[in-house]
T-cell receptor, first 112, second 115 residues
Framework: GENVEQHPSTLSVQEGDSAVIKCTYS??????FPWYKQELGKRPQLIID?????GEKKDQRIAVTLNKTAKHFSLHITETQPEDSAVYFC???????????FGKGTSLLVTP | EAGVAQSPRYKIIEKRQSVAFWCNPI?????LYWYQQILGQGPKLLIQ????????DSQLPKDRFSAERLKGVDSTLKIQPAKLEDSAVYLC?????????????FGPGTRLTVL
């Protein structure tokens, strides 16, 4: 089955700096790669996703890049703010609608 | 639109007891998932339904876990008997495969503590 590795497990940045979280996946058939943000005690919420026919996608301060050849994808957050502090999960699946295989999460702390 | 509803939000039981969780997906979402999220880890799929049929239950510990979605809407997940390692948050999610963007919407989860 699909195996998703996520690094780092914790990340601390100063407000205004950029944060990068990286994931690798094992199943070359995976085509859908969403990123979820989970605040303490809250439900995971989708922040951005990308499909295998796209190399990069951006939404305001967040962007995701995908390298299908190397089987890795990354989340980039620019101009970080304290409210960006949360656990971020990457995931992979055969396509949207398929069950998601999640990484173990990255705890991001943005300090003022 | 209303989100995915789950109940109860918290449950504390002793090992070997039984417990059941309920999920009401977003109206019109035919696809429903149950995930288990152990503290410090990402959610792991337990079972996926399409309407009232099971699509994937390969990671469901069938000796103690069961799930049903009899009318293709609400779903229940049961654990009988519970073990200490079942302590986790149980997340229900739903999606509509007919929509262009098949985002999985998660419920608030049920936090289970097995003592």
């Amino acid at each position: 089955g699909e195996n998703v590795e996520q690094h780092p497990s914790t990340l601390s940045v100063q407000e205004g700096d950029s944060a990068v979280i990286k994931c690798t996946y094992s199943d070359s058939a995976s085509n859908y790669f969403p990123w979820y943000k989970q605040e303490l005690g809250k439900r995971p919420q989708l922040i951005i996703d990308i499909r295998s026919n796209v190399g990069e996608k951006k939404d305001q301060r967040i962007a995701v890049t995908l390298n299908k050849t190397a089987k890795h994808f990354s989340l980039h957050i620019t101009e970080t703010q304290p409210e960006d502090s949360a656990v971020y999960f990457c995931a992979a699946s055969g396509d949207s609608g398929y069950a998601l295989n999640f990484g173990k999460g990255t705890s991001l702390l943005v300090t003022p | 639109e209303a989100g995915v509803a789950q109940s109860p939000r918290y449950k504390i039981i002793e090992k070997r007891q039984s417990v059941a969780f309920w999920c009401n997906p977003i109206s019109g979402h035919a696809t429903l998932y149950w995930y288990q999220q152990i503290l410090g880890q990402g959610p792991k799929l337990l079972i996926q339904f399409q309407n009232n049929g099971v699509v994937d239950d390969s990671q469901l510990p069938k000796d103690r876990f069961s799930a049903e979605r009899l009318k293709g809407v609400d779903s229940t997940l049961k654990i009988q008997p519970a073990k200490l390692e079942d302590s986790a948050v149980y997340l229900c999610a739903s999606t509509n495969l007919l929509e262009a963007v098949n985002e999985q919407f998660f419920g608030p989860g049920t936090r289970l503590t097995v003592l």
